[in-house]
């Protein structure tokens, strides 16, 4: 999924303003009737609810509104040229200068480089002391900007945790959404979106994060970004590293593993509401299970068991994380 894109964008400058005379049969010397110019054309933004990508701004960089025209005889003013519009998915972070623009809503609009606005004909500068004006305006020039858009998704939960730990699979059993999934980590090499069934809550499946992931390693932090618009996050925890040594607490690790990459990214993220999920516990015994969940509890982290593969307890699960969405 291409979420990062860097364009240009120029208004249209404004037409100039004309120096003409009446010119007819009968008036061989008539007054000044040079028109005004038209304005350059307008760069708008609008979100696209059917985009879900920046991959339109992945070739076409620029983006330049036409200029107004010139303007014309007998006072006739220049054309004002059109407005062009840029479509972008909501949630599209739009940076230029010292300002952010937050599309985060559907049918968002705004005007982010105006036209120049034509310039005066001679006819404007006529006066009783100069009635033969030889002067008239240039059209002012369009704003132009260097744009940077970031796509962040729009998710009501977030699912997250290090790469092979079933988010993927979780994601289609919850929704109707098909990742890809397979038993190697970076399967996802980019966030899915789905919904939940039988409500309207949209799940991301963020791609798997690693140590360092702050510092761009992994999937980097192109994903992290993704975690900031979620409402609730659902940190999926892989149950069989249990089955790999006698210890849980290699779990307990890579939860704070996470953790510390989500703080050393934005501090903000480690106050979201969260939901730690031990999944694949088909393949654990009772014991291996009560241990796991016992080992978070002595940091003061509460732990649900699941399994995505056979559906255990995914209703409690369903059930907790819709009540935590809508809990005011």
Known sequence: MIDFARITV???DGGDGRVSFLRRKFIPKGGPDG???GNG???FFETDKNLNTLKAFQFTKKFAAEDGEVGGKEKCHGANAKDI???VPIGTLIKFETQVIDMHQSDQRICLARGGKGG???WYFRAPDNTTPMQAQKGTKGEFFEVTLELKLLAN????GLPNSGKSTLLSVLTRAKPKIADYPFTTLEPNLGVMTRSDLVIADIPGLIEGASQGKGLGIEFLRHVERCELLVHVLDGVKILEGPDPSVLVKDYQVIRQEMGKY??????KKEIVVLNKIDLL??????DCIAKFKKIKVEVLAISAATGKNLEQLKLTRSDLVNRQ
């Open 285 to 290: 015994s009772e014991k291996q299970i009560k």
């Open 266 to 271: 934005n501090q903000e993220l480690l106050a």
């Open 35 to 37: 028109g005004d110019g």
């Open 85 to 87: 519009t840029i479509k």
């Open 10 to 12: 120029k208004a249209g």
């Open 120 to 122: 005066r004909g001679n």
């Open 157 to 160: 939960v977030g699912l997250i």
């Open 41 to 43: 054309g307008n760069v």
